[in-house]
């Protein structure tokens, strides 16, 4: 039996859908970017949506959007990618690391409130695998402050706490499309805005500044516009946009499928005494990109999963250990802890219950 860690999931429709877009030779961002963004908002129920290039171009937006800039801070957990702390130094602000919770992985409000200091800005908190973190928590921490709440949600295309669906929580939710994310445009992102002021702003700056809805063609066939801002060129074009519409069909067929598998994997291997499963509340739902568990025999457990051909893995370690981010901060205990027993298992698109079922099998016998 073969089994990916990760894989790409292409729609059999997106041949058809993309080349009918070549055909076209439109293939800048344009009438298929927006509709796709049409299909997100009635997919996921999202109130807007800005489409972009990457989930590091969403983050870099957001904090951009946000105005922070050097001498600010930036919250973030160290269990992430490093993107996430890339688009805080992008910004010349600083990143200051806050603990997490063993448990879940996801940002500790405690450590949060100890970190919030008269040049926090904002606070971004990564939903790990695709659980969502405290909201409420956090909420709670920036009541009466004008720090803002960034929600990375890399992971958590399709996640909800709480009744409300990750993108209509937080000031800016930023998304990743990239190809072994749920949802791949091949490289793409997008970030969804609560504040309707601050949404016509990411659609200046998506595209170098320039208001082209207002920018019309003069006689010398020049746009006339003013340029009153820094703006990117992090738009998503037209083809990738054509791969998204394609692969958005069924998504939450999709999601329910890999819910099932995860149930699965729960019922198990709850009872193993060498594993201990991530934590999850009942008011929150997972869009598991990822399915993780803790356990103290890890390197012995990858070694035995690979001879089954099973693979297992960390995934990220704690982003703060590398010397741009100035080192791993040990008094960070939870992170120290859950990096050094936390153990991801495959979940994906191709994982069908005869493929969960071999690799249960799999982890019982090698524990
Ligand atoms: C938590 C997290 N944030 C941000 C990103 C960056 O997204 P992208 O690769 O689309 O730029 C990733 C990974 O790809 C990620 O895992």
């Not at 709480?162 to 949802?183: V, Y």
């Not at 992102?189 to 990411?202: H, S």
């Not at 071999?358 to 982890?363: R, S, T, W």
Request: proline share 2%.
């Amino acid at each position: 039996m073969s089994i990916e860690f990760f894989n790409t999931y292409v729609s059999p429709d997106a041949n058809k859908i993309v080349n009918s877009v070549l055909d076209t030779t439109f293939l800048s961002e344009g009438k298929i970017t927006e509709q796709f963004e049409k299909e997100l908002c009635n997919t996921f129920s999202f109130n807007n949506i800005v489409t972009l290039n990457s989930g590091t171009a969403a983050l870099h937006l957001a904090l951009d959007l946000l105005e922070v800039k050097e001498g600010d801070e930036v919250i973030i957990p160290a269990q992430t990618f490093i993107a996430t702390g890339l688009a805080v130094l992008y910004c010349k602000a600083k990143p200051v690391f806050a603990d997490i919770n063993y448990e879940d992985g996801n940002l500790n409000i405690e450590s949060v409130r100890s970190k919030i200091s008269s040049k926090t800005k904002a606070i971004i908190c990564v939903h790990w695998g695709g659980y969502p973190c405290d909201m409420n928590g956090l909420k709670e921490v920036v009541k009466n402050t004008n720090i803002k709440i960034i929600e990375d949600a890399a992971h958590a295309l399709g996640s909800v706490y709480k009744r409300e669906i990750i993108g209509n929580i937080s000031d800016i939710t930023c998304f990743s499309f990239q190809a072994i994310k749920h949802l791949t445009t091949g490289d793409g992102g997008a970030i969804t805005v609560n504040d309707p002021q601050l949404f016509e702003k990411a659609i200046r700056k998506k595209w170098f500044g320039i208001d082209r809805k207002n920018a019309v063609l003069s006689e010398l066939g020049e746009r006339q516009y003013n340029l009153k801002e820094i703006g990117y060129k992090y738009h998503l074009n037209n083809y990738a946009s054509a791969l998204g519409i394609a692969n958005l069909e069924g998504y939450n067929d999709r999601l329910q499928k890999r819910c099932e598998i995860a149930s699965f994997y729960k019922n198990e291997l709850k009872n193993i005494s060498a594993l201990q499963l991530f934590k999850e509340e009942n008011d929150r739902k997972s869009a598991y990109w990822l399915f993780g568990f803790h356990t103290k025999e890890r390197l012995a457990l990858i070694r035995r999963l690979k001879e089954k051909n099973v693979p297992a893995s960390v995934v990220h370690q704690r982003i703060d250990k590398y010397s741009i981010f100035g080192g791993a901060d040990l008094s960070l205990t939870n992170q120290t802890k859950f990096d050094n027993t936390q153990l991801h298992i495959p979940i994906h698109d191709a994982i069908d219950m005869k493929k969960a079922e071999y690799i249960v099998e799999a982890i019982k016998s090698s524990v």
